[in-house]
């Protein structure tokens, strides 16, 4: 039988782990925060948002959120950015994804300062992880990674099949897992025969955000499965890209959905703004 690799329970040692550091850091005069900032009236993000609060606060990190209109233009994001940069109070920006379409995104992650880019999205992060130096890692990548390491899952030698190639997840962990010497295939919606590719992997990693995408047939026998999916079902469930039932009987490890990725993403956005505030009185080991 499958192990379950529990990314709540993981979580919630990372973050009490984190409070300990954070209180640390208090005593040194240093009190870590986060600024986030919305763009528009997005649902989904202001419950990512709401959450990403609770976690800081429950670590001790303060907390503040700027909430910038729907028809806002880019120079009012970039100076707001800007006087967020300047501000020694904050350690950590964050501008939550998606913003109007009429706005520049990667413009406006460029202008975030790289030493309070918690999100490891500005291209000075993005290339020190090309380059395997120490950076903000992207949360979710940073998070499936960290569950690597409980599960003392060696990944040397392994072959990962990743399946999506956004920016945010498929991308930068093709570079984390290549870190780690794994032989890496990366697909995507023009990739030919999937499920070629996809039976050959020893770690397969799902991206898509697509419901019960990955079956059975297209896992290898005893592989890895983490499923970074989140979707929702016609009657409010929230599942994954994998047919969890069927494929989970085939795997050795493999995430559930709710309670994998999800929450360790949010455990490594608190790990990155306490790196960030430590970074800045230089503090890091
Ligand atoms: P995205 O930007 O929409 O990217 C989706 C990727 O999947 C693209 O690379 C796309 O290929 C590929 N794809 C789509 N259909 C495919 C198909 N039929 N065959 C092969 N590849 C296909 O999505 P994202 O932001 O990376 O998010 C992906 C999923 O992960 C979503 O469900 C999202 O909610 C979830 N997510 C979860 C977390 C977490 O913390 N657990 C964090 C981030 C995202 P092309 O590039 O060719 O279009």
Same mark, same amino acid.
Do not use: W
């Given at each position: 039988?499958?192990?379950?690799?529990?990314?709540?329970?993981?979580?919630?040692?990372?973050?009490?782990?984190?409070?300990?550091?954070?209180?640390?850091?208090?005593?040194?005069?240093?009190?870590?925060?986060? %600024?986030?900032?919305?763009?528009?009236?997005? =649902?989904?993000?202001?419950?990512?948002?709401?959450?990403?609060?609770?976690?800081?606060?429950?670590?001790?990190?303060?907390?503040?959120?700027?909430? +910038?209109?729907?028809?806002?233009?880019?120079?009012?994001?970039? =100076?707001?950015?800007?006087? +967020?940069?300047?501000?020694?109070?904050?350690?950590?920006?964050?501008?939550?994804?998606?913003?109007?379409?009429?706005?520049?995104?990667?413009?406006?992650?460029?202008?975030?300062?790289?030493?309070?880019?918690?999100?490891?999205? =500005?291209?000075?992060?993005?290339?020190? +992880?090309?380059?395997?130096?120490?950076?903000?890692?992207?949360?979710?990548?940073?998070?499936?990674?960290?569950?690597?390491?409980?599960?003392?899952?060696?990944? %040397?030698?392994?072959?990962?099949?990743?399946?999506?190639?956004?920016?945010?997840?498929?991308?930068?962990?093709?570079? &984390?897992?290549?870190?780690?010497? @794994?032989?890496?295939?990366? &697909?995507?919606?023009?990739?030919?025969?999937?499920?070629?590719?996809?039976?050959?992997?020893?770690?397969?990693?799902? @991206?898509?955000?697509?419901?019960?995408?990955?079956?059975?047939?297209?896992?290898?026998?005893?592989?890895?499965?983490?499923?970074?999916?989140?979707?929702?079902?016609?009657?409010?469930?929230?599942?994954?890209?994998?047919?969890?039932?069927?494929?989970?009987?085939?795997?050795?490890?493999?995430?559930?959905?709710?309670?994998?990725?999800?929450?360790?993403?949010?455990?490594?956005?608190? =790990?990155?703004?306490?790196?960030?505030?430590?970074?800045?009185?230089? +503090?890091?080991?």
């Amino acid at each position: 039988m499958a192990v379950l690799m529990d990314g709540k329970q993981l979580a919630k040692k990372i973050r009490y782990n984190l409070r300990t550091e954070c209180d640390e850091l208090k005593k040194k005069g240093i009190k870590p925060k986060l %600024a986030v900032i919305m763009v528009g009236n997005d =649902n989904a993000s202001k419950i990512y948002v709401k959450n990403k609060s609770k976690a800081c606060q429950e670590v001790g990190i303060e907390f503040e959120e700027f909430l +910038l209109d729907e028809d806002t233009t880019q120079e009012k994001l970039e =100076n707001l950015i800007e006087k +967020l940069n300047q501000n020694e109070d904050v350690h950590g920006i964050l501008l939550q994804s998606p913003i109007p379409k009429k706005l520049d995104i990667n413009r406006a992650f460029e202008k975030i300062s790289p030493s309070k880019d918690v999100d490891g999205f =500005n291209p000075v992060n993005v290339g020190k +992880l090309a380059l395997n130096k120490d950076t903000f890692i992207s949360c979710t990548p940073y998070g499936i990674m960290k569950m690597f390491e409980e599960y003392n899952i060696d990944l %040397a030698g392994k072959h990962a099949v990743i399946v999506g190639r956004s920016n945010i997840v498929g991308k930068p962990l093709i570079q &984390c897992i290549l870190n780690k010497n @794994a032989t890496v295939t990366i &697909c995507h919606s023009k990739t030919k025969n999937l499920s070629k590719h996809t039976i050959e992997a020893d770690v397969l990693v799902s @991206a898509i955000g697509k419901p019960n995408f990955i079956t059975a047939d297209m896992v290898k026998d005893n592989s890895i499965v983490i499923d970074v999916g989140i979707n929702r079902t016609e009657d409010g469930k929230i599942v994954g890209d994998v047919d969890f039932e069927n494929v989970e009987k085939k795997t050795s490890y493999i995430t559930p959905v709710p309670g994998g990725v999800g929450p360790m993403t949010i455990a490594m956005l608190i =790990n990155n703004v306490i790196k960030a505030a430590k970074t800045s009185k230089n +503090l890091n080991e």
